[in-house]
């Protein structure tokens, strides 16, 4: 069907169809019909393509919606869709959309990251990597964070490929885009609102219901609701290794997010919400996206309760080091100990996990 539906798709956005074959390609954006943009190999690029005019793409977009069970109209300007294909599309129409019907097709690759391929690419350091895999056999419960088109679905991808096997992992997403290769996982997809209004089905929800199926780990895919404080009940009620990601700049910003995002299904007085969630995220992992177009993880940070000051206490394990322009034009650096020591190395000792404290000395 996923076959199928990608010769139907191409007909459909034919004058981009050669973008979309472009394994360079991460991402088309149009601008209406006569500007299109693509990311190519990490840069966005203008490119020479276009539609013949705001009809032809209004009808290629009428047709995606309608050929996933969709609409977009006058009542609903905007699409927001995960294609059989594995294609994240969303478009809005005018007159919202001043520019002409304006569309993003996001795509996602099948081939499974991990740490090495992560390494290998400058992403991360050997000994970063090897922290991040001694963490996730710990069951450390992760916020991963960053920026839009960063990379944090593919780092969330990776950190659960490093789940110790013999767990039951529940996968919770708005569409489904995480790529897991593990041996016994359960996906959740949400489900938008009928025609009436009715049926929608939150991550809230389903975060929810995943508490009463025996997980031993529940991974969210994008935290951006009200579920926040029910992922975070899940890590302070046994359920360790949880992850999620969250749009944020600093790992700092991404503890503040959370908290804004959690307050809005709380009744929870703000101290005790600030503890919880203080209490629930062991590390945040920063991954960035820089002017060369690379992804690197920026920093990898403990949380450590609260300062003096009452901000949270959070402390760079791991941090990038200064980045120089190199003759190519990319960027020559990468991430470092920071000089800090978690406060979980007797943890690591205790189990024998061959990582030396001397590890983390700058």
Not at 200 to 211: F, G, H, N, R, Y
């Amino acid at each position: 069907m996923s076959d199928i539906f990608t010769a139907s798709l191409k007909n459909f956005l034919s004058p981009i169809a050669d973008l979309l074959d472009d394994e360079a390609v991460s991402e088309v954006m149009i601008n209406g019909p006569e500007e299109i943009w693509a990311e190519i190999d990490g840069k966005v690029q203008k490119t020479d393509k276009t539609f013949g005019d705001e009809d032809s793409l209004r009808a290629a977009v009428n047709n995606i919606a309608q050929s996933v069970g969709r609409r977009i109209n006058d009542e609903e300007p905007r699409l927001d869709a995960r294609l059989p294909n594995g294609y994240r599309i969303h478009a809005v129409i005018p007159p919202c959309a001043r520019n002409g019907t304006t569309v993003a097709i996001r795509k996602f690759k099948d081939v499974q990251m991990t740490f090495k391929d992560y390494v290998n690419f400058g992403t991360l350091s050997v000994e970063a990597a090897q922290f991040l895999d001694l963490s996730m056999k710990l069951g450390k419960n992760i916020l991963v964070s960053g920026g839009t088109g960063s990379g944090k679905t593919t780092l969330l991808s990776v950190l659960c490929g490093r789940i110790p096997k013999g767990q039951r992992v529940i996968v919770i997403e708005d569409s489904s885009e995480l790529s897991i290769d593990y041996e016994h996982i359960v996906s959740f997809e949400t489900r938008p609102a009928d025609e009436q209004g009715k049926g929608a089905v939150t991550i809230e929800d389903l975060v929810k219901s995943s508490l009463r199926l025996r997980p031993d780990r529940i991974i969210v895919g994008e935290v951006r609701g009200s579920e926040a404080l029910d992922l975070v009940q899940a890590m302070n009620t046994g359920h360790k290794g949880c992850l999620g990601t969250v749009h944020a700049n600093t790992a700092p910003d991404a503890m503040v997010r959370l908290e804004a995002l959690a307050q809005g299904g709380s009744s929870l007085s703000e101290k005790a919400l600030r503890y919880q969630i203080a209490a629930a995220i062991d590390l945040v992992v920063q991954i960035s996206r820089y002017a060369d177009g690379s992804r690197k993880v920026a920093s990898i940070d403990e949380v450590r309760g609260f300062t003096e000051d009452g901000n949270y206490d959070v402390v760079p394990i791991f941090k990038m080091s200064r980045l120089k322009k190199g003759k190519d034009g990319r960027l020559i650096g990468g991430i470092e100990v920071s000089g800090e020591v978690p406060s979980f190395i007797e943890e690591i000792e205790d189990l024998g996990i061959p990582y030396s404290r001397d590890k983390f000395a700058a």
